[in-house]
């Protein structure tokens, strides 16, 4: 893999995890062309034909729906704060492993299956 695709994947996979926190602030059109841009997979010309519009008007729609949602991030922190949480439950799930007490160990994994499942 390529630099130039792991930043892609990268790209593709933060723009998803935006829109699972943020869809609901964006426009029905930017959510339905990021569905089928990034999460489809689909390219702008497809989209555009699918749309019957230009693809530089699919394109403006996805750079403004980008727009939107890093804005939310940058004033909400939704994806941070999930994704410190998560490396909090991976660091309590290492504690737990680590202890000889299988109770207190089942418990303490139990608690943070259950915050996952929050």
Request: charge should be negative; hydrophobic fraction near 40%; proline fraction near 0%.
């Amino acid at each position: 893999m390529t630099v130039h695709e792991t930043d892609a994947l990268a790209k593709t996979t933060r723009i998803n995890m935006l829109f699972d926190f943020y869809e609901q602030l964006l426009t029905e059109k930017q959510q339905t062309f990021l569905k089928y841009y990034f999460h489809d997979d689909y390219s702008l010309g497809e989209i555009a034909t699918e749309f019957n519009i230009s693809r530089q008007a699919v394109y403006e729609h996805v750079k403004r729906a980008e727009a939107v949602l890093e804005n939310c991030e940058s004033k909400l922190k939704l994806l941070a704060k999930h994704e410190a949480a998560e490396q909090w439950l991976q660091k309590l799930d290492a504690a737990a492993e680590t202890l000889a007490d299988g109770d207190l160990r089942e418990e303490l994994m139990a608690i943070a299956q259950g915050l996952r499942n929050e």
